[in-house]
């Protein structure tokens, strides 16, 4: 099997979406950088996204794990 392909389901079971759900977003960080970061998780039965939510653990660490 391919390695991206592994490394996108390693990812994937890593994440909460219940506690994804809850995670807190930020304010826009447009004015500072021109960019904001959402990130959109679609399951069979939910659809969750959520945007510049820097200060939390879940979203820093699906951040990290994307960029690698």
Known sequence: MDKLIIDW???VN???INTFRNV????????IDGFDTKI????NAHTVSKMN???NLI????LE????
Request: proline content about 3%; hydrophobic content about 35%.
């Open 9 to 11: 389901k390693n990812i």
């Open 53 to 55: 939510a820097y200060k």
């Open 14 to 16: 890593t994440i909460d």
């Open 65 to 68: 794990n994307i960029n690698q």
């Open 40 to 43: 959109i998780i679609i399951s």
């Open 59 to 62: 979203w820093k660490n699906i």
């Open 24 to 31: 807190k977003e930020g304010k826009s960080m447009q004015p």
